[in-house]
């Protein structure tokens, strides 16, 4: 019996522990953390023999193969241990995937793509078709796997899942855009960070298909230095395309083997350039999976956006409040602030990952009143923006930044939790800090 071991108990780690199992590996999970107690229940009414707080060496050696968390960078000792006695080590995105005969979609990209996975599971729910979604977002690919049988998978992808794969091969890859992120995983290399969200397409054929957003310059340089086996279909907001997806006179047109789909727009639920982008990828991938016009239309209409991205929470005495707390980075920041057509108080701040805040200057320059710093560390945050707005106020906790926005903000302004950065320092993850504001919010 092949011994499996996997690395880090969170929801990718215990759904991949479960798969192994229903395959007959004899199945060891590892948690240098504490376990979750929901996962914990999932092991013990398993069977499954865990070990938290350290990772055994004896044990974990002995394995024929490992599956690690993404959370779990491959520089730490263990699996620099793995590496040199040659034991393989992949993602749970390459195990489960040899499970399952279901067509594979992967979305990738610095921003957008959980808005597009979300969006692209509506459209196929809604068009009929049987799928399920996972990855990044929502329950665990291989649990899916072990637990259903689902025709479509809509996956979100990070980087840190691609660069454990080797054979996984979508038949419909998605990469949303290209802008820095988690340099601090990648040397603060921008072109290793590039090469990692290409790893989607590499070993795709030519019977699959590679969407992308035309529009962004990294995309198009990477593509026009490398060979691509799968069919390109580029998406544009700004200009027309002869194959591929773009935007015309408030309506979607997708153009593919030499026949054309149109539909207004007008009506559709999610503002703003980004989430045009997000629809029209996620439109070409339903069209693709013959999802009816009509029905991804109406799914456009009534598709409301995903928890803790540009999410309306409540106004209070005339001032919107808004959590946006899945900005993780500087370019889904700025998106945030592109959209929002009223003087704004940003919340701002968190663990910096290489940001440069540059690209923010004239944005925040034209629209932001006030900056509400919320984070251990705000140097960055305080000298490039101090000068250019009249308030800046560092603060320690979501609580405290509500209460200090509230008392800034006036009659038609926007309180926005936008941080531009990661949320550890003061919070689990960007979920908990979203939630956090959230009920500060309510408690004005």
Request: with cysteine; net charge negative.
């Amino acid at each position: 019996m092949n011994k499996l071991v996997v690395l880090g108990a969170g929801e990718s780690g215990v759904g991949t522990a479960v798969l192994a199992q229903q395959q007959g590996y004899e199945v060891f999970v590892s948690d240098r953390g504490v376990i979750a107690d929901r996962y914990k229940k999932v092991l013990v009414q398993h069977q499954l023999p865990y070990e938290e707080g350290l990772h055994s060496i004896p044990k974990i050696s002995k394995a024929d193969l490992v599956v690690k968390s993404p959370g779990i960078p491959d520089e730490v000792p263990v699996v620099q241990y793995l590496l040199s006695r040659q034991i393989p080590v992949v993602s749970e995105i390459e195990f489960a995937a040899g499970f399952s005969s279901a067509v594979m979609v992967g979305i990738t990209g610095s921003n957008g793509k959980t808005t597009t996975t979300a969006l692209l599971y509506h459209l196929l729910k809604r068009g009929g078709i049987c799928a399920g979604m996972g990855g990044n977002i929502g329950d665990s690919f291989a649990g899916q796997v072990a637990s259903s049988h689902f025709d479509v998978h809509v996956l979100e992808l990070s980087s840190f899942q691609l660069d454990g794969i080797d054979k996984f091969a979508p038949h419909i890859a998605i990469i949303t855009n290209i802008t820095p992120d988690h340099l601090d995983r990648y040397d603060y290399d921008f072109d290793k960070y590039t090469e990692a969200k290409f790893r989607i397409t590499k070993n795709q054929t030519e019977s699959d298909f590679l969407i992308y957003d035309h529009d962004d310059p990294v995309i198009r340089k990477w593509l026009s230095d490398h060979k691509v086996r799968a069919t390109l279909l580029p998406f544009s907001t700004e200009e027309a395309l002869e194959t591929g997806a773009f935007l015309q006179d408030e309506k979607i047109v997708i153009n593919h083997h030499q026949k054309q789909i149109s539909m207004d727009i007008k009506t559709q639920v999610l503002t703003g350039k980004h989430n045009q982008k997000n629809a029209l990828a996620a439109s070409m991938a339903a069209a693709l999976l013959h999802v009816r016009k009509s029905a991804i239309k109406e799914s456009l209409e009534n598709f409301e956006g995903v928890e803790h991205r540009m999410e309306k929470v409540k106004l209070v005495n005339k001032v919107q409040y808004i959590n946006d707390s899945k900005a993780t980075n500087v370019n889904a920041a700025y998106y945030a602030l592109e959209t929002l057509r009223t003087p704004i108080v940003w919340i701002v701040g968190g663990v910096d990952k290489g940001n440069d805040y540059m690209e923010l200057m004239s944005l925040v320059r034209e629209k932001v009143k006030a900056i509400v710093c919320l984070g251990i560390d705000n140097q960055k945050i305080l000298q490039t923006f101090s000068g250019l707005v009249d308030l800046v106020v560092e603060t320690a906790g979501a609580e405290e930044a509500v209460k200090v926005a509230a008392s800034v903000a006036e009659k038609g302004d926007t309180v926005l939790l936008s941080p531009a950065c990661a949320s550890f320092d003061l919070f689990e993850n960007y979920e908990d800090r979203g939630h956090k504001f959230k009920q500060a919010v309510s408690a004005l």
